[in-house]
């Protein structure tokens, strides 16, 4: 293994083993088992000190597939009555960012670390996202990627296996525009998925490979056309494309050093999970929508995972991602207010 560990097989192996581990994990009928069983092989391979490498793009790559898939869900009939509930993915989103300033003040505390740095490893955004912004805004870009990653981990494992074997499945009345795969249109509308992804990263954008094939795919389902429906092979390698990225960022150096910084994040998990939790409660109770369906929507988790599991499980894909999406871009556009005077929640370094 070591042998291989800067050789060009090393991520043609890395591959084979995510692969392996998706399907052990199907094969026993774990929840999200292309995601989960990738990311947890990768984990545990490097943890010991493989040096296993995604193959390059891989992350992309997925973001595009599930991208797509997810924009399939979006007929003028979703995109109408999402439209009605704009209150309410505001409301979800601007819990879902308070949690995360809770946690960091949490963090910050028991860690005893500076507050930005404890902001950018406590809100839910995108690993690779986050630690762009804390660098940009003074924060120590090696905490936030660890306790990014190290969220990504326990909240994929925790929320999908705490609705699946809570008995948590969906009768889901949002169908894709179309149910027939057309391979020949299925390629061209990867192709202008990607495009639009390639074209948002261009220009900055974060989460740009999810984002762009979202919008672009939401755009052409609104007007109707229905190009092709995603296979599940195809969306499966997506899933393993992503969970093989995600798990390839746990490296036995980032715990080294850092275990009281790591018990604080666990514990600012567990405070987030059971605040998640507790806004979707009240958001269910005002709203009238299914609890499960507003815990993926308030999850600290990330977009792709969350929505993943809403597809999986049948439980409000559109809504799901409106509100996911509608985080990203909150928490994008609000990071300046938030970290401008080195402050949060009125607390000060």
Known sequence: MRALRDTALNPLLAFVLCAAGGALCSTVQTPLPWIIGPLLVMALFNFRGAGLRAPPGTRNLGQIVIGTALGLYFTPTVARELASYWILLLVAALLAIAIGVLCAMFLCRVARIDLTTAFFASVPGGAAEMAVLAERHGGRVDRV???????????????????????VHGTDVYLPATTV??????????????????????????NAYMLGPLFAVIGLTVAES???????????????FIGCALGARFERRFVQGVPRFLIGVLASLVLALVLAA?????????????????????????IAEMCITAKVLQLGVPLVTAAHVTRVIVLVTGTGPCTGSRSVGGLRE
């Open 145 to 167: 990627a660890i306790a990014q990653s190290l969220r990504i981990l326990v909240v994929v494992s925790v929320i999908p296996f705490g609705l699946t074997y809570s008995g």
């Open 278 to 302: 507790a806004a979707a409660l009240l958001l269910a109770w005002g709203y009238g929508l299914p609890v499960p369906s507003l815990i993926l929507a308030t999850a600290p988790g990330g």
């Open 226 to 240: 229905s190009f092709s429906a995603m296979p599940a092979v195809v969306s499966n390698i997506g899933q393993l």
């Open 181 to 206: 795969v057309d391979w020949g249109r299925l390629a061209l509308l990867l192709g202008i998925a990607a495009g639009c992804g390639g074209l948002l990263a261009a220009l900055g954008a974060p």
